[in-house]
């Protein structure tokens, strides 16, 4: 089931209403059906998968709890259940196109397996999930849960299972298991979020996805075309990711969840290691906690840092997908980083004046839509192309549709500055901003209802799948 | 990552930031009332007194004017297809005249015959309806949203016809989502937001200023050519999963609810000859896209039926002359190949054009 659809409108005014209405032992047992019919709603045998990985993970887990001596082979095998199942549903296609093409080079001819395996909606996100809790379990940080419901909660709960956030086992079990109560300011906060993150997704990501999608369609597009095409599509990504996060996030708030928070405005972050602090900060705290700190981290020599640095982040490419594209995006994010760290160290004081801020935010932006270029462009070959596409080829015709696009770009951008400017005020003077009135449910729900009235006078004809699912 | 050793504090953070958003206790009713703001003040917008979009008689002013002896009526299967200029080059000036508007389909279709071409002072002698294997008898197909607009725009105030089968065909789904459009008419002024943010972005772009109200995004459509594209994969598979959606349809049930009826019915008091003409679908390297066997029945029931109510009826499938290489992405046909597709058309159908 997907968000901007009436079935999920409908799924939601009677699943909240049933489970407000149930008595509180009964809600977590709800709320896991309920979940299972949203993720099988179109697909019923994706539900296998998910099932499969909970039972991995609770089981690997109650073991690791039970025979402590064998903590660590029970782990093997829970992260061998979530790995292997992504490695066939998800690598396995790529892997195999990849030997083929290899043995191709070398001379032998290999025929194309018979089957080509489906990719299941959201399957990196539960399978990252699950291996958060093993090896939390694993550390002790804390202990496995013998209520299979709240494992299976946890794991499957709607509002984030098909595209995050990446949730913690110790940031959402204790809420799962404690009594939640209907709480009025949570649900309309809840509310007003949804709306921001449908305006989002509705009116911001679909809207110019018209555009980036036409330009990433042109077999050889011009200098100006495609680098509006990639503003287009660096705008939709963000719109289109945060504006699920938004309308999850809502969605949980309803339930008495509290969700982690998966943005924090990426496009003014000032060095590529802030950039990652502000974007999809689920994975890039699950990457940093479960790979980038086992691996060593910064501890030892710069080429070591450096090798755990590329690790992390090549792995954080294939993590968004079965594609060549997506590990060189995140070998080029781990470049960035490693240059970064070394040139701090030995870059000039007068480098870290405040003054610089907006063009160090500037600089970071544009090596931003740089990466955005690799992740977009699945066709290597293209991409080649794409980056040798001279600005002086282009026609004033082009020139002039470019431009058309950025200014179409920026201008359905602006509620995304504005979200931006106002939150960095808040930040900044929280009590004057507060005493002057803006957090005031009156401007709040009128600003809620402009963004509904938005919606209803903007939104795109035809709304995508958000980006993510396919991760 | 580079300077983060220890675990995560993002999460402790984020709890302070969303204590400093969150909305302090209130009682129900505020919520209830900051609610009702939110969803009901949009709904109050009416863009015309009784909700409905009014005619748009400019089709039928250039029917009236070009007083044309063959109508062509369908969407961008017809436009790719039929060729205006080849056609007044074959059979004289001002001989033809193309109706057509993008995703149309069967009910804007019956409203065109209806509104436009019968409703015009001269009447032609043939009228060619283009469609797609089942869509004659899948009403709300494209029926909804902007589409639906583009029906209202081409209806009159008192459509018992169309109502009754749009009434007839719709799932539960598709009349939730009329009834939203209805609670929030505010949405068909969608064209006019659209068009007014376009034009803002292309105000100050180019040496001359566009008028307000002219789509500005049109003046690159030629950028955007389907022979620009990398490849047509995308839309293929497109158009494969929209046919397979269709290809389970039973004639005998559809057609009681459908608009072809009463077509055939309006056709035939007028006085005109209405042709449907089925368009062929992408065809393969070994030839003519396969069909199910449903859809062979489904078409062999209703060419009997149009022929059986006095009605013409032609089937490109299958066509020798009609190969791969006509097509561009989807059914379309290549731009290159239209005039020649045209006069494909010509020669198959010539014995209407005497």
Redesign the interface.
């Known amino acids: 089931m997907i968000f901007q659809s009436?079935?999920f409108l409908?799924f939601l005014i009677v699943v909240f209403c049933a489970h407000w209405l149930l008595p509180w032992r009964l809600r977590n047992l709800f709320l896991v059906a309920a979940s299972y019919f949203f993720y099988g709603y179109v697909h019923p045998w994706f539900l296998y998968l998910l099932w499969f990985v909970t039972i991995a993970v609770y089981v690997c887990a109650l073991a690791m709890d039970t025979w402590t001596a064998h903590r660590r082979a029970f782990l093997l095998l829970g992260l061998t259940a979530c790995l292997g199942m992504l490695g066939v549903f998800k690598y396995f296609n790529f892997f195999a196109d990849n030997f083929i093409a290899a043995a191709a080079r070398l001379g032998v001819e290999l025929s194309q397996p018979a089957v080509r395996i489906a990719l299941p909606v959201g399957i990196s996100f539960f399978a990252f999930q699950g291996m958060s809790y093993l090896i939390d379990v694993y550390r002790g940080d804390i202990g496995a849960r013998r209520n299979f419901a709240d494992v299976a909660l946890f794991k499957a709960f709607f509002p984030q299972l098909v595209a995050g956030p990446i949730e913690?086992a110790t940031?959402f079990l204790p809420q799962i298991e404690r009594r939640r109560e209907l709480?009025?300011?949570?649900?309309?906060?809840g509310?007003l979020l949804m709306?921001w993150g449908f305006f989002k997704k509705l009116v911001i990501a679909d809207n110019v996805s018209v555009i980036a999608n036409?330009v990433f369609?042109?077999?050889?597009p011009?200098f100006p075309?495609l680098w509006a095409g990639v503003l287009a599509f660096c705008v939709q990504i963000l719109a289109d990711f945060s504006g699920y996060t938004d309308i999850a996030r809502g969605t949980a708030k309803l339930f008495g969840f509290?969700l982690?928070?998966n943005f924090r405005h990426p496009y003014i972050a000032s060095s590529p290691?802030d950039f990652?602090?502000r974007w999809h900060?689920s994975l890039?705290?699950w990457?940093?906690?479960y790979v980038?700190?086992p691996l060593g981290?910064?501890?030892g020599s710069r080429l070591f840092?450096a090798r755990n640095?590329m690790i992390?982040f090549l792995l954080s490419g294939l993590w968004h997908g079965a594609s060549w594209n997506y590990v060189l995006w995140g070998g080029y994010w781990g470049i960035l980083?490693v240059l970064?760290?070394n040139f701090t160290d030995f870059a000039p004081r007068w480098i870290s004046n405040d003054r610089l801020l907006p063009l160090k935010v500037l600089l970071m932006f544009l090596l931003t839509n740089l990466g955005w270029l690799l992740f977009r462009e699945t066709?290597l070959a293209?991409l080649g192309r794409d980056l040798a596409t001279a600005p002086a080829a282009a026609t004033p015709?082009?020139w002039?549709?470019g431009?058309?696009?950025v200014?179409?770009v920026?201008?359905?951008s602006l509620p995304l500055i504005a979200h931006m400017c106002l939150d960095r005020i808040?930040?900044r003077a929280?009590d004057r901003f507060a005493a002057a009135g803006f957090?005031s449910?009156?401007i709040?729900?009128?600003a809620?209802?402009a963004l509904?009235?938005g919606i209803?006078?903007?939104?795109a004809?035809s709304s995508a799948d958000f980006i993510y699912f396919q991760f | 990552m580079a300077d983060l050793d220890q675990r995560s504090s993002l999460i402790e953070d984020e709890e302070q930031r969303a204590e400093r958003l969150r909305i302090k206790p209130i009682r129900p009713f505020m919520a209830a009332a900051a609610l009702l703001m939110i969803f009901v003040t949009p709904g109050l917008y009416r863009p015309t007194l009784h909700g409905k979009l009014p005619f748009d008689g400019h089709a039928l002013d250039e029917i009236n004017a070009k007083r044309a002896d063959y109508v062509f009526i369908g969407n961008s299967m017809l436009r790719t297809r039929i060729d205006e200029a080849t056609l007044q080059a074959r059979l004289g000036k001002n001989c033809c005249y193309i109706l057509w508007t993008g995703g149309a389909e069967s009910a804007w279709e019956h409203q065109a015959l209806k509104n436009d071409v019968i409703a015009s002072v001269h009447r032609p002698k043939v009228v060619f309806v283009f469609f797609r294997d089942t869509y004659l008898t899948q009403v709300t197909y494209r029926s909804n949203d902007a589409y639906g607009w583009k029906i209202e725009r081409l209806s009159h105030d008192d459509e018992p016809e169309l109502t009754r089968a749009m009434r007839e065909s719709r799932t539960w789904q598709e009349q939730l989502e009329y009834d939203l459009g209805l609670l929030y008419p505010i949405q068909k002024r969608r064209e006019v937001a659209t068009y007014a943010l376009e034009w803002l972005a292309g105000l100050e772009v180019g040496s001359e200023r566009v008028p307000y109200g002219m789509p500005v995004a049109s003046r690159y459509n030629d950028l955007f050519e389907l022979g620009q594209m990398k490849n047509i994969e995308t839309a293929d598979d497109f158009a494969a999963a929209a046919r397979d959606r269709f290809f389970n349809d039973d004639f005998d049930a559809r057609l009681p609810h459908s608009l072809l009826p009463s077509m055939l019915n309006l056709a035939k008091d007028a006085g005109i000859t209405l042709v449907f003409v089925r368009v062929q679908r992408r065809p393969t390297l070994q030839g003519p896209a396969p069909q199910s066997p449903q859809l062979t029945r489904y078409v062999a029931k209703l060419r009997a039926y149009l022929i059986g109510n006095g009605a013409g009826f032609y089937d490109f499938t299958g066509d020798p002359e009609l190969t791969l290489d006509h097509y561009l992405d989807g059914d379309h046909i290549r731009p290159e190949w239209k005039a020649a597709s045209t006069e494909l058309f010509l020669r198959r159908l010539q014995g209407y054009f005497k």
């Open positions: 009436l079935d409908i913690r940031h709480r009025t300011e949570a649900c309309l906060e509310v709306i036409k369609a042109l077999d050889n011009a075309l509290d982690i928070e290691v990652w602090r900060i890039s705290t990457l940093r906690d980038y700190i981290g910064n501890r840092a640095v992390t980083i970064y760290n066709d293209q015709l082009e002039q549709a431009l058309y696009f200014c179409l920026l201008i359905y808040r930040a929280s957090d449910l009156a709040r729900s009128a809620s209802m509904f009235g209803l006078l903007l939104r004809a």
